[in-house]
């Protein structure tokens, strides 16, 4: 386990225990527009969404709003966000670990660093999945084609190649012993036109978070071979880790919001609020539980000092795998 996993898992082990006991809320928000630098159906897409949900059936915030902007691997969210920092005083950027990958790649050349960082809030598991009629039985069948021919194995994601879908491929394939440098990975614009390929036939496999993939496999759309947990998940029983699959690795991706630079102590200490809050709603549960999310909470310069120490890591991991020089 890499030191990443080892710190993240730590923290949420106790976040988790502290069943995140905020004081008292005051007055609910009057708004937050959600912006979300990729497509419908995305992580990003339905971690916005559902914080939302959350916090206006709780009564945490009296109006939500919603607005998808793709474009350059997130950074034309970003870039929006920066320009019209004097307007966006009400705008929520959700985020996760791809913001720190892209920006030590140089998709883009801002990084967390040039916005207000709110809140680390949630985790998910990435899992590997396959088309329902799929002759690829568990992930041991894949690896076996992978290793027999990678050429022929496409393994789709909704990021960009060289991003964190991307990313965990080489790290999971690596861990079963096989190249993590041949994946053929076909990228596509957010989390729902990737699964939409692999419905499509188009890819092998898919490279997702797990509560991405959860919705449809209850459906019997898809099949998950194998969940980047140690423990199998108590949303998915059935479904083995990838550590029951010979491949060993355990990684969860954060998600989290940023608000524009410049906002102001007393607004950002207000979103933390309602945010810290929301933990302790029924509303909230309802929410996580049906998107199969783990439960985390970095605050403020906790979420900044996370972030460093992410960038930090990732960025010797990708030079390893040969994602960086």
């Given at each position: 386990?890499?030191?990443?996993?080892?710190?993240f898992?730590?923290a949420?082990?106790v976040?988790?225990?502290?069943?995140f006991?905020?004081?008292?809320y005051?007055?609910?928000i009057?708004?937050?527009?959600f912006?979300?630098?990729?497509?419908?159906g995305?992580?990003w897409?339905?971690?916005a969404?559902?914080?939302?949900?959350?916090?206006?059936?709780?009564?945490?915030?009296?109006s939500?709003?919603f607005?998808?902007?793709?474009?350059g691997?997130?950074?034309?969210?970003?870039?929006?966000?920066?320009?019209?920092?004097?307007?966006?005083?009400?705008?929520?950027?959700?985020?996760?670990?791809?913001?720190?990958?892209?920006?030590?790649?140089?998709?883009?050349?801002?990084?967390?660093?040039?916005?207000?960082?709110?809140?680390?809030?949630?985790?998910?598991?990435?899992?590997?999945?396959?088309?329902?009629?799929?002759?690829?039985?568990?992930?041991?069948?894949?690896?076996?084609?992978?290793?027999?021919?990678p050429?022929?194995?496409?393994?789709?994601?909704?990021?960009?190649?060289?991003?964190?879908?991307?990313?965990?491929?080489?790290?999971?394939m690596?861990?079963?012993?096989a190249?993590?440098?041949?994946v053929?990975y076909?990228?596509?614009?957010a989390?729902?036109?990737a699964?939409?390929?692999?419905?499509?036939?188009?890819?092998?496999?898919l490279?997702?978070?797990?509560?991405e993939?959860?919705?449809?496999?209850?459906?019997d759309?898809?099949?998950?071979?194998?969940v980047t947990?140690?423990?199998?998940?108590?949303?998915?029983p059935?479904?083995?880790?990838?550590?029951?699959?010979?491949?060993?690795?355990?990684?969860v991706?954060?998600?989290?919001?940023?608000?524009?630079?410049?906002?102001?102590?007393?607004?950002?200490?207000e979103?933390i609020?309602a945010?810290?809050?929301?933990?302790e709603?029924k509303?909230?549960?309802?929410v996580?539980?049906r998107?199969?999310w783990?439960?985390?909470?970095?605050?403020?310069?906790?979420?900044?000092?996370?972030?460093e120490?992410?960038?930090?890591?990732?960025?010797?991991?990708?030079?390893?795998?040969?994602?960086?020089?």
């Amino acid at each position: 386990m890499n030191k990443i996993t080892t710190k993240f898992l730590a923290a949420t082990a106790v976040a988790s225990a502290m069943i995140f006991a905020p004081a008292a809320y005051a007055a609910p928000i009057d708004e937050i527009h959600f912006l979300i630098p990729g497509g419908p159906g995305g992580g990003w897409d339905g971690t916005a969404r559902g914080t939302g949900e959350a916090l206006a059936k709780a009564g945490l915030v009296k109006s939500v709003s919603f607005e998808n902007m793709s474009g350059g691997g997130g950074g034309k969210a970003i870039a929006h966000l920066i320009e019209t920092r004097e307007k966006a005083t009400s705008t929520l950027m959700v985020n996760s670990t791809p913001i720190v990958i892209r920006s030590l790649q140089k998709v883009f050349p801002q990084s967390f660093r040039d916005l207000t960082p709110i809140a680390g809030v949630i985790g998910d598991y990435a899992a590997f999945v396959v088309n329902k009629d799929s002759d690829l039985v568990d992930f041991k069948a894949l690896t076996a084609k992978y290793k027999a021919n990678p050429r022929k194995v496409a393994i789709g994601g909704g990021s960009v190649a060289g991003g964190m879908d991307h990313l965990v491929s080489a790290m999971v394939m690596k861990a079963a012993g096989a190249d993590p440098k041949a994946v053929k990975y076909i990228p596509y614009d957010a989390g729902g036109k990737a699964m939409a390929g692999l419905l499509s036939g188009e890819i092998n496999a898919l490279s997702t978070g797990f509560g991405e993939a959860l919705d449809l496999a209850k459906q019997d759309q898809v099949r998950i071979l194998c969940v980047t947990s140690r423990e199998r998940l108590a949303e998915a029983p059935k479904v083995p880790t990838c550590f029951e699959q010979d491949a060993p690795v355990e990684f969860v991706n954060w998600r989290g919001f940023f608000a524009a630079p410049g906002t102001s102590d007393a607004k950002k200490a207000e979103y933390i609020e309602a945010l810290s809050a929301m933990y302790e709603t029924k509303e909230w549960e309802t929410v996580r539980a049906r998107n199969g999310w783990v439960n985390i909470f970095y605050p403020g310069e906790e979420f900044v000092e996370f972030l460093e120490f992410q960038e930090a890591e990732m960025g010797s991991l990708m030079k390893e795998l040969g994602f960086l020089k």
